[in-house]
């Protein structure tokens, strides 16, 4: 049941800690620099000749793929495209033997997914599935894959399901750059090591729930919202205007930091909340000036920022912190915040947060 929750998405959310360890359980070495995957274990070596992988998936989960993207290209040095399972689908897709496909889902159910995987099957690609629901159907077609672990969902925005999936596919990037030698040891045992922080520092970020609930209190009423990130920071943009379309019926939407520029910067004004992921990593002065430019136009700033940064919350109107971290940890700690602030505004509108209108929680329509 609820645990004590109001809800069930409010119970998920601080589920993560425990969530994240399960989905990394028996699967780091630290100390060994090592990674396995049982479930990949038989393709270990094909996996030395795969020329590209392509991601297909819907929704949330399309943006634990685009997530992926950043992390197999940055760490295993590996090509990807990031597919929308509907589109994937109806336009011949160019796939071959070398080709690597995975799919994310929950539920493992997802229609389209399922046909898209099943194209790729006939054209004789690898196909891996990412699911966390064990026996569903995505995970029966696929040659292998990876659980993720998360626990059953009951909410119907996706909130640990998501945190489980980042995290098993940070570690099949780290997997495939292992297979492939493209990483050293000591490297492989820097980025393991802080992997195996992240339930703890999950915990720490969930101590921003009472700012984000104040936050919540003073943009509840805008009708619309703008979420920016650089890197593996934009599918995280993306995904916190999701969560916050989804279960507040608020319009919003996510962009990578710098397309602002190329058209939204016109929606900005006093009325219009823009949520920056602004933490101290690659990006860092990049997103600075993209805060600048909105400030410049009287937007008001909401920065998710590393600990302590001074800097970035001189220049913003609210800010929530996370640890400082490996910028590896990042897409799960950034998420967490925007959980929350989508959950609480929801909450102060009234809405059915568990069961939001016109959604499902398995979509097994084309
Ligand atoms: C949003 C959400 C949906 C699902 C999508 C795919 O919170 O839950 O966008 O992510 O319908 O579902 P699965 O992952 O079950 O294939």
Known sequence: EKNGYEHFMLKEIHEQPRSIKDSMRGRIYPLDGRVELGGLKEYAEKLKNIKRIIIVSCGTSWHAGLIAEYLFEKYARIPVEVEYASEFRYR????????????????????DTLAALSIAGLKGATLFGVCNVVGSSIPRMTHAGVYTHAGPEIGVASTKAFTSQVTVLTLMALYVAQQRDVLSKQKMQELLTELEKLPDLVETTLKCEDNVKKIAGIIKNANNCIFLGRGSAFPVALEGALKLKEISYIHAEGY?????????????????PVVFIATNHSSYEKVISNIQEVKARKGMVISVISEGDLKVKAMSDHTIEIPVTNE?????L?????????????????????????????????
Not at 92 to 111: F, H, M, R
């Open 334 to 366: 950034a998420s967490i915040p925007l959980q929350l602030l989508a959950y609480h505004i929801a909450v102060m509108r009234n809405c059915n947060v568990d069961q939001p209108r016109n959604l499902a929680k398995s979509v097994t329509v084309e």
């Open 256 to 272: 990578p930091a710098a397309e602002m520029k190329h058209g939204p910067i016109a929606l900005i004004d006093e009325q219009m």
């Open 328 to 332: 590896l940890l990042l897409p799960v």
């Open 92 to 111: 011949n897709p160019i796939i071959d033997k070398s080709d690597l496909v995975i799919a994310i889902s929950q539920s493992g159910e997802t229609a």
